[in-house]
T-cell receptor, first 111, second 113 residues
């Protein structure tokens, strides 16, 4: 099955730094979602985007629905230790209940 | 509180034995899904069900079986035919026809020795 391309695959940053990651697809989506997975746990929904060009924030997190509908971006400002984990993007189209997931971006904070 | 529960959290089985992973949700969600996650890897769909008594194969269904006798429950059986069963298994559920995402369980880590 299709998987969305996420980049970077992994990130090593210092506490306090800003983080940017993106997700690209060969096909368009009507909904973009961003999830975070803590080690040994299930993914948790962070942000949902429903309209091309939409910019949505959730605390220090900001995500954007790309104008082409084939990409999405997630930014984390002023990273803290609890931001460590794997971030997954996911796309969905109307009438299709299944999500298509990205390959994930692993975020590690260096002491 | 509503949620989706997977049990057990850790499971050990001998090679050649079938094992069933439990997934229960009280969110009144119509659709349920099973994913497999290997270390450092993404999520791969095993099976999904959009309605009771009906389910479809995902991308890696070989060696797995499911049932959906109740809306709340979607157990996954890892059979002896699955060649590499050791993995982290995630169950999820969603509302039909709404553009929200999935709600995931906390996962079951299966180790076959």
């Amino acid at each position: 099955g299709q998987q969305l391309n996420q980049s970077p695959q992994s990130m090593f940053i210092q506490e306090g730094e800003d983080v940017s990651m993106n997700c690209t697809s060969s096909s368009i989506f009507n909904t973009w979602l961003w999830y975070k997975q803590d080690p040994g746990e299930g993914p948790v929904l962070l942000i949902a985007l429903y309209k091309a060009g939409e910019l949505t924030s959730n605390g220090r997190l900001t995500a954007q629905f790309g104008i082409t509908r084939k990409d999405s971006f997630l930014n984390i400002s002023a990273s803290i230790p609890s931001d460590v984990g794997i971030y997954f993007c996911a796309g969905r189209n109307f009438g299709n209940e299944k999500l298509t997931f990205g390959t994930g971006t692993r975020l590690t904070i260096i002491p | 509180d509503g949620g989706i529960t997977q049990s057990p959290k850790y499971l050990f089985r001998k090679e050649g034995q079938n094992v069933t992973l439990s997934c229960e949700q009280n969110l009144n969600h119509d659709a349920m899904y099973w994913y497999r996650q290997d270390p450092g890897q993404g999520l791969r769909l095993i099976y999904y069900s959009q309605i009771v008594n009906d389910f479809q194969k995902g991308d890696i269904a070989e060696g797995y079986s499911v049932s959906r006798e109740k809306k709340e429950s979607f157990p996954l059986t890892v059979t002896s035919a699955q060649k590499n069963p050791t993995a982290f298994y995630l169950c999820a559920s969603s509302i039909q026809g709404v553009g929200y995402g999935y709600t995931f369980g906390s996962g079951t880590r299966l180790t076959v020795v």
